[in-house]
């Protein structure tokens, strides 16, 4: 089995909080709105707690986890996210994802809200390191069946929109899962530009191929293939 690299406590948990730092200064959360988690071992994770702004949380708030939900330590008598569920889920279907992060970046937000994934070959290196990102059906905030929804996504995947909710995305470390949730909005803004052009036009299915082949140099190994357009069209 693969060893994997770890992060320390407190390397976690500085990373996590500057990740919510990010995530509120760009504008993806509002109010006390989404949750940023990390694992530290096989068995135990950071996780943000309830009812704390994204945007100034300090570690001590933080609280550590086992990977069956019960709290160990930290928090200063505050509970975790009613979301850590989702969290768990995606930890359990991947041993190689280290990082979780869900936020509202309100672009990526719309498109759930209006069901429809972002599966089109738009961008370039959205293509190579983001890929589809599919949407999770409609289920109510901290259920079984929303992190289930979700968590279903994540072997094959690099995020997911969900439905009327929001946005989660993974990855190896928290930065990386924090970038790809960065992406996700970047992404889903040209999209939307492009639908209020009246040109939503994807790649090449021919360019697709070129790009999907630069993901192992590039160090991604999923993320499905997003729909492009055929070829006689291309030259048009």
Same mark, same amino acid.
């Given at each position: !089995?693969?060893?994997?690299?770890?992060?320390?406590?407190?390397?976690?948990?500085?990373?996590?909080?500057?990740?919510?730092?990010?995530?509120?200064?760009?504008?993806?959360?509002?109010?006390?709105? #989404?949750?940023?988690?990390?694992?530290?071992?096989?068995?135990?994770?950071?996780?943000?707690?309830?009812?704390?702004?994204?945007?100034?949380?300090?570690?001590? @708030?933080?609280?550590? @986890?086992?990977?069956?939900?019960?709290?160990?330590?930290?928090?200063?008598?505050?509970? *975790?996210?009613? /979301?850590?569920?989702?969290?768990?889920?995606?930890?359990?279907?991947? $041993?190689?994802?280290?990082?979780?992060?869900?936020?509202?970046?309100?672009?990526?937000?719309?498109?759930?809200?209006?069901?429809?994934?972002?599966?089109?070959?738009?961008?370039?290196?959205?293509?190579?390191?983001?890929?589809?990102?599919?949407?999770?059906?409609?289920? *109510? *905030?901290?259920?079984?069946?929303?992190?289930?929804?979700?968590? $279903?996504?994540?072997?094959?995947?690099?995020?997911?929109?969900?439905?009327?909710?929001?946005?989660?995305?993974?990855?190896?470390?928290?930065?990386?899962?924090?970038?790809?949730?960065?992406?996700? /909005?970047?992404?889903?803004?040209?999209? !939307?530009?492009?639908?209020? !052009?009246?040109?939503? $036009?994807? @790649?090449?299915?021919?360019?697709?191929? #070129?790009?999907?082949?630069?993901? *192992?140099?590039? #160090?991604?190994?999923?993320?499905?293939?997003?729909?492009?357009?055929?070829?006689?069209?291309? $030259?048009?």
């Amino acid at each position: !089995m693969e060893t994997l690299n770890y992060p320390a406590d407190e390397d976690a948990k500085r990373d996590i909080v500057e990740a919510g730092r990010r995530l509120y200064a760009r504008g993806l959360v509002a109010g006390n709105d #989404g949750n940023i988690s990390a694992r530290v071992s096989d068995t135990e994770l950071w996780t943000t707690p309830s009812g704390v702004s994204k945007g100034f949380m300090t570690g001590d @708030m933080l609280i550590k @986890m086992d990977i069956y939900g019960n709290v160990l330590e930290g928090g200063g008598g505050r509970k *975790p996210s009613s /979301e850590v569920k989702l969290h768990l889920r995606i930890y359990g279907r991947s $041993r190689g994802v280290l990082a979780v992060c869900h936020a509202h970046p309100p672009v990526a937000t719309s498109f759930a809200a209006a069901g429809i994934p972002l599966d089109r070959a738009l961008l370039q290196e959205a293509v190579v390191l983001l890929g589809v990102i599919p949407l999770a059906e409609y289920a *109510p *905030p901290g259920s079984d069946e929303l992190a289930d929804g979700a968590a $279903r996504f994540c072997p094959d995947y690099n995020g997911a929109l969900l439905e009327h909710h929001g946005a989660v995305s993974w990855g190896g470390d928290v930065m990386g899962a924090l970038y790809r949730l960065e992406s996700i /909005e970047y992404n889903a803004t040209v999209a !939307m530009y492009s639908r209020l !052009m009246g040109v939503e $036009r994807p @790649m090449s299915e021919s360019q697709i191929d #070129g790009l999907l082949l630069l993901r *192992p140099a590039w #160090g991604v190994t999923g993320g499905g293939r997003p729909a492009g357009r055929p070829e006689e069209d291309a $030259r048009r």
